[in-house]
Every structure is written in C-alpha cells, then in structure tokens.
C-alpha cells in the first residue's frame, strides 16, 4: 500500500507541535501557579467592586495586562475620562516596548504566530522566550507560542473562576493587588540568580532609583526605561564580551 505525502505531512507537523508543547508546558508551570491566585485575586477583587464575572473574563481574554486590569477597576468605577486611561495604560506598559525591541530577532520568521506572540507578550513569558535554552529539534516559533498561550489561559482562567466565585468568599481585599509586585520580584530574583554577570540588572536598579528620586513614584517609568534602553545600547558590546545578557 502506497504511503500518501498529506499524511506524512500531517504526522511530522503533529510531532513537531507536540514536542514544542511538551517542552514549553514545565518552564509555565511556575507561572501558572503566580498566575492563578493573581487572576483569582483580579476576579474576586472586580466581583466585590460591583461587576459581573463577564468583565474579568472579558478582560482577562482581551487585555491580558494585569497591572491595567487591576487598575481599570478605578478607571471603570470612576468619571468616563478616556484620555486619562490612554496614558495611565502607556505608562503601566511602556515597559514593553523595551520588550519588543529585545525580541525583534527571536519573533522573525515565527509566520501567522507573530500577531499573537506580540498581543500575548506579557512580563513572565517575554522573560521564559528571551532566557529559555530550547533543546535541538524543538521549533523556536511554536515554543514561544505555547509559552504565550498557556500564560494566557493560566490568567483568562484564573480570572473567569475569581469573578465567578467572588461572590462566594467574604474576606477584606485591601492589598491584594500587591501580589502584582510580589511576582515581579520573584521574576527579578530569578533572572539575577541565572545571570553570572549582574551588570545590567545593577544599572538598571541604580537608573530606576536615580528616576524614581528626580520624578517621583508617578511619572519615573517612562524616563528610567529610555535611560536604562539608552545606557545598555552604549554599553551592549562591553556587556556582550563579558557574558551578560542584555
């Protein structure tokens, strides 16, 4: 009986799809356990400020920027102010232009996977595609889309479930948005512990500090960021020679 090419075909693209999945789902597993209490805590915290679980899951499913949903809570519950939202969301994202940047070589040739590894592209995978030693054999572009999309259904699901249940658990909710901060943290430490070379990390410390004392809790993002972007590019060649990944 004649083999048929389709079928080939079909059979090494499944074997390809399922390798990348079975290599990416260990290195989200972390995140998905960040991820769902940081969603439940998002479902449950937009559940006890009055609104439907329809807007956590909405949200979670087309935002996926937790930081802008906690804060959407305020902006929703507050006066319709839509510039005001534009630019608080610029400046609790801007970070991730810098991301983009980073990426621009590792998001080449990844096809109809791109448009969404740019949507997903959050703190915690942008920070498992960038570092991640992916073994021979396993495609780059379908490795990165399972980290991306399993970090995002960790945090859609975590999300739906928190506003969906809110109403079932009574409990004081002040401060549970600094859970945020807490995994951001644990993201920090973790880099510093797999980098031999701190270098970056320390500039970027000491520039965010210096911005943070000239501008204020409120408005240091943005600047820090272009200096840290700007001081790293001078520095790339120097850092690269000595082993430090920036």
């Known amino acids: 009986m004649k083999s048929v090419p389709g079928k080939k075909l079909n059979i090494r693209f499944a074997g390809t799809v399922k390798k990348a999945f079975l290599t990416a789902f260990p290195k989200t597993l972390p995140i998905f356990a960040g991820f769902w209490f940081l969603g439940l805590t998002y479902g449950i915290y937009m559940n006890v400020s009055g609104f439907s679980f329809w807007y956590p899951m909405l949200m979670s499913l087309t935002i996926f920027a937790g930081s802008v949903e906690f804060v959407a809570v305020n902006l929703l519950l507050g006066a319709f102010n839509p510039l005001q939202a534009l630019a608080m969301t610029l400046m609790i994202n801007a970070r991730h232009l810098f ?52 970090n995002h259904m960790y945090w859609f699901t975590g999300s739906t479930l928190g506003g969906i249940f809110g109403s079932l658990i009574h409990f004081n909710t002040e401060g549970l948005e600094f859970v945020m901060t807490a995994m951001f943290a644990v993201i920090f430490l973790e880099q510093w512990l797999k980098d031999k070379n701190h270098t970056s990390a320390v500039l970027g410390l000491g520039l965010s500090l210096l911005f943070l004392a000239a501008f204020g809790a409120e408005n240091f993002i943005v600047p820090a960021m ?21």
Not at 109 to 115: E, N, V
Not at 226 to 246: E, F, Y
């Open 99 to 150: 991301y983009g940047i980073s990426m621009l070589d590792r998001y080449k040739g990844t096809g109809w996977k791109k448009p969404y590894l740019i949507f997903g592209m959050c703190d915690e995978s942008f920070s498992i595609n960038y570092t991640a030693e992916i073994p021979a054999g396993v495609d780059q572009g379908w490795f990165m889309f399972f980290v991306t999309f399993l």
């Open 226 to 246: 272009l200096a840290i972007l700007g001081v790293l590019t001078l520095l790339r060649k120097p850092l690269a020679k000595g082993g430090d990944s920036v």
